[in-house]
């Protein structure tokens, strides 16, 4: 099983990323799939979930601004996010679950001016 990031990078405040998370070698569509974060010194975040029928949840401090999607076909989860702040900087971890859960190696965001 492989989860692999991409997308992350340095962008101003306020501007937009969006992250993907390309999976293989699992059955996509029966995954839960999500986006952690974590930030220097703090604890890892859970940012946003989306299940396998597309039902999403949000953490407070991204709702309003970032968006969870799927694509099964592609085995592809993406993170649009937009009105970034520079408390959104942290590296972004794509996870899969269901009984076994799978991580991906994380992809640093940097808000910064």
């Known amino acids: 099983v492989q989860l692999v990031e991409s997308g992350g990078g340095l962008v101003q405040p306020g501007g937009s990323l969006r992250l993907s998370c390309a999976a293989s070698?699992?059955?996509?569509?029966?995954?839960?799939m999500s986006w952690y974060r974590r930030a220097p010194g703090k604890e890892r975040e859970l940012v946003a979930v989306?299940?396998?029928?597309?039902?999403?949840s949000y953490a407070d401090s991204v709702k309003g601004r970032f968006t969870i999607s799927r694509d099964n076909a592609k085995s592809t989860v993406y993170l649009q996010m937009n009105s970034l702040k520079p408390e959104d900087t942290a590296v972004y971890y794509c996870?899969?679950?269901?009984?076994?859960?799978?991580w991906g190696q994380g992809t640093q965001v940097t808000v910064s001016s």
């Open positions: 989306i299940s396998r029928g597309g039902s999403t």
């Open positions: 070698g699992l059955p996509f569509s029966s995954y839960i």
């Open positions: 996870n899969a679950r269901v009984i076994t859960e799978y």
